[in-house]
């Protein structure tokens, strides 16, 4: 049915009356660039999120007290190694450090260089490192966004930390972490457990908090019961629920954008309805005699509805890519606040590019059925023209 | 062949009805060249376009080689138009925006044929109509005559039987017009079945044309002037 | 307000439904004036009228057809991606089951894709008649449709706010899985007369396809249907899990399994889908259609073939089965 020739006869329409769709098109990626802009960010975030959860460990315990975390006794590390179905258990050691004025901090994160578990988590941030070297004196490998700010106040090569004691404690900066990590890493400070430890004020038989695996998910819940009743003082948070609240927030964000943006959607199918309902006496002309010299009804329609599907396409095109290209390429200027806006460090994020099914198929959802529904009644209207007309 | 039978066509407006056409009835046969006449609003260009059904009847019978153009389907009276009609309308009707060629391929894309089977016949009927020379040159930069000349192309393309026009030559000059009639008679050679309307003297001696049917008024008045 | 609405596709997925419902509506009222002033015989302008509104019923309908049929789709995936949100659940079978309304809209769905594609099948000979034979009985399966669809809709809301995020539900392996003792397959099958069934009533679709046995090719299709149901689910999906407790028709629409999920089901439900219709129309309009018979054909032979290649190169790679 759809012969050469009508797909030429259609091209040749388009290509004749260009001046006539440029106006639609062009708001068309203006909607559809902004749109995918949001989209595309949501979804990077969300995927290196993700990821991140991938490596953590399944659950994690902590010492509570008046609702706040306290620090956690090794001991327990103990305890859960005795409970059946739990595996890798790792103590860790963690804190944020805030720098003289106090209105930044850094992430420290204390690392068992030797414990291989450890190692495995943090392969992707040393894996260039030679850890020989690194742990024969203090050191420490930082974020992007750290060592910018540490230039910035003269600390080059090392850093002075106050300890709680009062004590100054010279941390040597060894390198810095690979930029893909920026998400997470661009506020941090990775260095040897035993010194995060002394700069964090923990006890030697202090930790943070304990992370441990349940390799077998039936066995959730029941680990969970057990381990909540192994002290009274001990919060118990799983990988799931941690990943809920992320998910929660960011389909929050992406939501409250996704409302708003209805209103201006509401908006272009009213311009669109309008657009196409106002037909001009020599279009009608033109489809009249279409009509007078044998087209139908159906094969109007079909040019009609064609043409308005390539508009469609050629605007999600361009406007696909171009949001492509300003989350991925230029990691997208006055966007990315909306969605990480309160950073503390000035960040230098890569959004991870992730171009999935979904967020085509969603992006094709709230544009292009919109679109061809508001005109559809329109371009109806057009295809009946009289062929009455044609004889005028 | 065209038949019609008690045709009639009333315009209702508010509460004043205009009958246009007043129980006409025509037998055309195949290869007959028929020449309404008439002054404008003597609903010839009406009873035209009826029987290539662009118009609906109020009541009363049109058919077209035995189908029944007026009541069928939208999609079954295009294709009736497609393949046994030729228009050709007094302002000649071209897109202005496409060039010659394009314009004769119109009535054939529907069709379903592939790009190559057109070429060829709008090559065929550019030649029959003495245009093909200006094939690529857009329809707005034509003169008068050759605007014509591609609507007969347009009108040829399909190969229809029936070739309908409608004051074919208000827009031309007479050499064009003299011009016209000559193609014309070279389809009536072809066995086309012709029908004009129009209220051109130079129709009035036509040595082809079999009959002249005066209209008036809506009907066809009696007295009908057979050549031959 | 319930954090489930703010999840993006669901507000993509409702948007949508809701816009294909008000042009379905705006068709809805045209098809009453036409089916109620409907005269093909008389030459009123009005008849004429009708005649060019009854384009923009059909036109509206094919639209909605084929958005719905990839809004089944997105639907699918929708849920999917809930599966994230809610506790316990690990793939859809879980989400649907997260509220008594999941599984009825999902039937329902199906059940309005199958009107919807006789009713393209009654539209397409419709309009190869000269006289719109077969316009009223079109126009009453449109207006059954809508009723439908309309529930859909009010169900499509219901179900979307009645997610409750922190009550757990249950995971397919719960949801399929045996209980100890209890056959989950119908007519009291095991796995082996299940696929002897699966195969013997495949053959019996292609050979009453091919010899016109309209209403013998209906009970054997819809047969077919439900028993490549349980084939899929209780074996078939394990060697594409290759895990043979594994039960569940939803995980493999999932990435790790390739969609391939996407592709079984589709190519079943539409083969049958379009099948039975050609069968019903033969019957009931006398109207018969060679082409439809090869998608047919090709649809379902693609289906069982997708299937029984998994089995085989399982066997392949492992010299055993599960």
Known sequence: MLNNAFFHFLTLQLFKERSKHIGIIIISVLILFLLSSVLFISSSLRHSLNETLQVQPDFVISKVQGGENRATPLTWSNELLNIYGITHVSPRVYGRYFFKSKAKSFLIVGVDFLDEQAHKNLQKLIENIDIKTFLTQNSMLVGEGVKEYLAHNFYDKSYNFLTPKGEFKTVKIFQTLPTKTNLIGNDMMIMPMDLAREILGYGEDEVTDIGFNVPNPDEWTMINDKVSALHYDVRVVNKKEVQQSYEHLYNYKGGVFLMLFLILLSTFMLILYQRYSMVHSNERRHIGLLRALGWSIHDVLKLKLLETLSIVFISFILGVVTAYIYV???SAPLLKELFLGGQNLTSTIKFTPVLDFSVLSSIFFIYALPFISAVLIPVWRVAITDPKEAML | MIQIENLYKTFQHENTSTTVLNNINLHIQQGECIILKGVSGSGKTTLLSMMAGLDKPSSGKILIEGEPISKLPDLFASQLRAKKIGMIFQHFNLFDHLSVRENVMIPLIPSGLNINEIN????????????SHKKEA???????????????ARALVANPNIILCDEPTANLDRTNSLLFIEILKELHNLGKTIVVATHDPLFDNVSFSNTII????????EGTVVNE | MNEILFSNPVIVYLLSELILFVLLLIAFIISIRVLIHWDFESFSPLQFKLEQQAYLVTTITLFVFSMKFLLLLYFAFTVDSLASLIAGAMCSAG????NEYGSPLLALKLLILFGLTLWIWVNFYDLRTKNYQWFKEKSWIFMVMFIFITIELLLDFTYFTHIDTHQPVSCCSALFGQLEGANPLPFGLNISTLLILFYLLFALVILTLLTHQSLLYIVANILF???AYFAVVYFFGTYIYELPTHKCPFCMLQKEYHYVGYLLWISLFLGSYIGINSAITALWLKEENQASIKIV???LSFFVLLCSTYVAVYYFKNGVLL
């Open chain 1, 328 to 330: 991925f390429i230029f």
């Open chain 2, 120 to 131: 060829q016949k709008v090559t065929q009927s550019l030649n029959l109509a003495n245009i």
């Open chain 2, 138 to 152: 857009l329809a707005s930069h034509l003169s008068g005559g050759e605007k014509q000349r591609t609507a007969i």
């Open chain 2, 214 to 221: 005066p209209m008036q008024e809506g009907t066809i008045v």
């Open chain 3, 95 to 98: 989400v649907i089951d997260a």
């Open chain 3, 225 to 227: 249907l439900y028993i």
């Open chain 3, 297 to 299: 054909m090709s649809l």
